[in-house]
């Protein structure tokens, strides 16, 4: 068998069971795997330099065709209402059938690190039949130096095979796409889609498992640091600003996604960026627009020009979820370490399409332990297929719900428990809808956002006045230099009032709803930081 790159020679691939494979390809970096790419048309090279690769009938990730291996230690670890299981014998089945399907195929193997902190990181070690698929994983994981890679034994092994097909009779699945977790084996098996955020997804989640046990809080999150070394952390499901407001050239950007918070302080899990491109334009997002138009990059579902080969990032003819995946070097102002000390500001992103949350409001402890719970934002039409014209709410527990092994309550109280010890400052900023909700008002304009965020961040909106918000109870200062006033306190932006009060009082209702499912978890202090449905009525 054909072994080219470089590796630990006692450690191959025979070691997870691949055999009379046709040829591995070890360690390549971007120049060999574009040559693969191009030579067997897995992908196509843009004019500025950029691997862009279609992902077929799968654009996004499928949560449905995700399952994880309960045995005897998994069965009370895992949080079974948010994970789907399989049984060992389903999961052995499936692993001897991807090594089959391995076989007289050609792999590409990258040796990789999941976290920057050497003490927690986790070895792993990615065999994909793409090469676009690993030039993805190894920018989006962190790059070993060459002569760690002669000695290097993996801890966790993923087996990436898009044209491989589950059988749901025999592996126990929903579909021919699958996702299958071990993680006391430290296992991922992927087949049957070629989205290739799956795998970065899947390593994650395996991350959320194991790092509790280390007294480690995984987050769903961006993050940057300050000159004086003041680190934030930002919250947010898609959409919401997240990897946009921690690219700040003033801040130095220590991730843009997956990040782990020690007693020592907080570091990225990830090498790269996975940047959502729609509408990407060189004036609202600089540096991300750069990095994305050179050697390197990689482009999921972007459209592009068929004699130009210009890319057009306002064309989601494919898909609303194009993306961008690049080296975390590609943007000027990153951290070489990926760590930094412990944060002073937690700052929690929603895109509240309802248009009735302040574009900044201060958190105390266990409201924002509630709010992270809730892990809220709103989708519109054109984000997601079959969404009417009214804007609908997105709870996502932990603003992660779907890499979630553990019961939402243990990072829930980890958290609080982080932000208490090192009283961290936090934070709920709407960079949703101001005047009225989708389809009538506006949305947040970015200077708004940005001034407030500025503000909050380097201490000076802690000495400005504030008043508790009639719905929600969090503190909303009432006047900061640079921000008109009206405009932070939402009603006074709504031209109908009463439709106003009647929308926050549903959106009131709405949070509670979804947070019945958690009160069994939290205690009576958590509890009262609902929003006051009663007392908003009257």
Not at 95 to 121: I, M, V
Request: net charge neutral; with cysteine.
């Amino acid at each position: 068998m054909p072994e080219t790159g470089v590796r630990n020679g006692t450690f191959g691939a025979e070691k997870f069971g691949l055999k009379n494979l046709k040829a591995v390809y070890w360690n390549f970096g971007a120049p060999q795997l574009y040559e693969h790419a191009l030579r067997t048309g897995e992908a196509m090279l843009n004019a500025d330099g950029a691997l862009c690769a279609e992902t077929g009938i799968f654009t996004g990730r499928s949560p449905k065709d995700k399952f994880v291996v309960r045995d005897a230690t998994t069965d009370k670890n895992i949080w079974w209402a948010g994970n789907q299981s399989m049984t060992s014998g389903q999961f052995g089945a499936l692993y001897s059938d991807f090594l089959e399907h391995a076989r007289n195929k050609t792999l590409f193997a990258q040796d990789l690190y999941g976290g920057a902190d050497t003490n927690f990181r986790i070895k792993t070690r990615v065999f994909t039949e793409l090469a676009w698929h690993s030039l993805f994983i190894r920018t989006l994981l962190r790059r070993p130096a060459i002569s760690e890679l002669t000695n290097f034994v993996p801890e966790l092994t993923v087996i990436d095979l898009p044209s491989f097909r589950a059988d749901p009779k025999r592996h126990g699945v929903r579909s021919e796409n699958v996702v299958a977790i071990d993680f006391i084996r430290k296992i991922i098996l992927i087949g049957g889609s070629h989205y290739a955020g799956e795998m970065k997804k899947s390593i994650f989640t395996t991350l959320n498992y194991h790092l509790p046990d280390k007294g480690v809080l995984p987050m769903h999150c961006s993050a940057n640091v300050g000159p004086g070394g003041d680190s934030a952390i930002f919250f947010g499901l898609s959409g919401t600003g997240k990897t946009t407001l921690s690219a700040d050239p003033k801040r130095t950007l220590i991730g843009d996604d997956e990040h782990g918070w020690s007693k020592d302080g907080i570091f990225n899990f990830e090498g790269g960026c996975y940047a959502k491109c729609i509408r990407l334009s060189q004036e609202a997002e600089p540096e991300i627009y750069a990095a994305s138009k050179r050697f390197g990059a990689v482009l999921e579902n972007v459209v592009h020009g068929e004699a130009t080969r210009i890319p057009d990032f306002n064309d989601d003819s494919r898909t609303e979820n194009t993306r961008s995946a690049y080296p975390l070097e590609f943007i000027p102002n990153a951290s070489l370490t990926g760590c930094a000390g412990q944060p002073k500001n937690l700052i929690m992103l929603a895109a509240d399409a309802f248009g009735v949350l302040p574009p900044i409001a201060k958190l105390t402890p266990a409201q924002a332990m509630y709010h992270f719970l809730s892990g809220y934002t709103a989708k519109v039409a054109g984000t997601e297929r079959d969404l009417g014209n009214e804007p609908q709410p997105e709870f996502s527990t932990c603003f992660g719900s779907p890499f979630l092994p553990r019961d939402p309550s243990v990072y829930g109280n980890m958290l609080r428990a982080l932000i208490a010890k090192h009283k961290v400052d936090c934070w709920l900023v709407n960079t949703g809808w101001t005047g009225g909700k989708y389809g009538t008002g506006r949305r947040m304009p970015i200077r708004v956002t940005r001034a407030l965020l500025g503000a909050a961040l380097d201490g000076s909106l802690r000495d400005v006045q504030f008043h508790n918000d009639k719905y929600f109870g969090f503190a909303v200062p009432t006047s900061v230099p640079g921000v008109e006033p009206h405009i932070l306190d939402p009603i006074k932006t709504w031209a109908d009032k009463v439709e106003f009060d009647r929308t926050a009082r549903a959106l009131v209702d709405m949070f509670r709803k979804n947070f019945g499912r958690f009160e069994n978890d939290v205690d009576a202090e958590v509890k009262a930081a609902a929003p006051a449905a009663k007392e908003a009525a009257e």
